[in-house]
């Protein structure tokens, strides 16, 4: 079973951009997809992003492609988000999470789900 622990969430001014990670321990982290979510206070987990195991394939959710960018390096067992021109719209929780499941942009196909890290981006 892989366990998982984001960091590097925190405060930034809007324009400002913030690196997270996802560091994973097990010894079958890069047999998996993963990706990022977020959930703001209110609101239902929301997909940010997604990559698979061998880094070949990413995906985005409308509202950050050309901002974010996911990233992973298996011999660091670490994911990565970085996050650039950031708006306070996307102030929310942070998870990393495994995919388990048979599609790229739904919660339920992800497992093992992180701590979270809070992001909050201020105007």
């Known amino acids: 079973q892989v366990q998982l622990v984001e960091s590097g969430g925190g405060l930034v001014q809007a324009g400002g951009s913030l690196r997270l990670s996802c560091a994973a321990s097990?010894?079958?982290?890069?047999?998996?997809?993963m990706g990022w979510f977020r959930q703001a206070p209110g609101k239902e987990r929301e997909f940010v992003a997604a990559i698979s195991w061998n880094g070949g394939s990413t995906y985005y959710a409308d509202s950050v492609r050309g901002r974010f960018t996911i990233s992973r390096d298996n011999a660091k067992n670490t994911m990565y988000l970085q996050m650039n021109s950031l708006k306070p719209e996307d102030s929310a929780v942070y998870y990393c999470?495994?995919?388990?499941?048979?599609?790229?942009?739904?919660?339920?196909?992800?497992?093992?789900w992180g701590q979270g890290t809070q992001v909050t981006v201020s105007s």
């Open positions: 097990g010894r079958t982290f890069s047999s998996y997809g």
């Open positions: 999470a495994v995919k388990i499941g048979a599609t790229w942009r739904e919660s339920r196909s992800y497992d093992h």
